[in-house]
């Protein structure tokens, strides 16, 4: 079935999404592009270690109500 409705397709329109040449065995994958690994910006790395500080006072005030 097609997204469009049939009274707003086209004569020559086909019903169907995706071509044979687009699915199946012949199909040629889908390879995304590999993500490239970038240098740590100092933000990036204050952000962290503030998470990593909050924890760390976290467990030890959860440890020391006990």
Do not use: H, K
């Amino acid at each position: 079935m097609s997204a469009v409705p049939e009274e707003d397709r086209d004569e020559g329109e086909s019903q169907w999404r995706f071509g044979l040449d687009e699915v199946g065995e012949d199909a040629e994958p889908d390879v995304p592009e590999p993500i490239e690994p970038e240098t740590p910006s100092a933000e990036n790395a204050a952000f962290v270690i503030l998470g990593v500080a909050l924890s760390l006072l976290i467990f030890y005030a959860a440890l020391a109500g006990l």
